[in-house]
């Protein structure tokens, strides 16, 4: 069965900092891949996404991702994070020919001032 | 303003008690799904629906029922909750049942079972 590991479950980091957090999935065939974002009490929304073409994306609030298909990674990142940055964090892959995507189990980003 | 609404956002609820939670949604989208959030857990998928009258199980069906008569709405049955069914529930539609679509999340009913 595919796969989508968030390698960790919380990540602190103090307010201006840059952060990494880091994403892989199991198979490199055709795949789309998502970040998302739920900040607290509220539902999940699309941070970014690769479909195809460069495989840096750019999304909301100064976040990027990238895509590495050796590595069967999509880690995301931003160099300066804020206060309210803080939430969960989650990675969602779509490989060709499922209906369901995939979820990892998130990763809680907590910023400190 | 488009979104994807469910209702109630908070249920607390005795064992065996029969309960519906709703989720509508106005984009007019064709797939839609449902998901329960557990701390460790991440989203699992309970049921999605790729049309009406087109329903599947998704990773974690057991103790759910759904029903898609209408394109905008999508309610998930508890006939007889338990415990293990105390989480956070999330409603999901996307434009089409297609890999490369995003979904868009309603705001989550937490759901507790005593």
């Known amino acids: 069965a595919q796969s989508v590991t968030q390698l960790d479950s919380q990540v602190p980091v103090f307010e201006e900092a840059p952060v990494e957090l880091r994403c892989n999935y199991s198979s490199s065939v055709s795949v789309y891949l998502f970040w998302y974002v739920q900040y607290p009490n509220q539902g999940l929304q699309l941070l970014l996404k690769?479909?195809?073409?460069?495989?840096l994306v750019k999304g909301i609030n100064g976040f990027e991702a990238e895509f590495n298909k050796s590595q069967t990674s999509f880690h995301l990142r931003k160099p300066s994070v804020h206060i309210s940055d803080t939430a969960e964090y989650f990675c969602a892959v779509s490989w060709e020919g499922s209906y369901i995507p995939t979820f990892g189990r998130g990763t809680s980003l907590i910023v400190h001032p | 303003e488009a979104q994807v609404t469910q209702n109630p956002r908070y249920l607390i609820t005795v064992t065996g008690k029969k309960l519906t939670v709703t989720c509508s949604q106005n984009?007019?989208?064709?797939?839609m799904s449902w998901y329960r959030q557990d701390p460790g857990l991440g989203l699992r998928q309970i049921y999605y629906s790729m049309n009406v009258e087109v329903t599947d199980k998704g990773d974690v069906p057991e103790g759910y029922k759904v029903s898609r008569k209408e394109k905008r709405n999508f309610p998930l049955i508890l006939e007889s909750p338990s415990p293990n069914q105390t989480s956070l529930y999330f409603c999901?539609?996307?434009?089409?049942?297609?890999?490369?679509?995003?979904?868009?999340f309603g705001p989550g009913t937490r759901l507790t079972v005593t």
């Open positions: 999901a539609s996307s434009p089409a049942a297609g890999f490369s679509y995003e979904q868009y």
């Open positions: 984009m007019n989208h064709e797939y």
């Open positions: 690769y479909l195809s073409g460069s495989t």
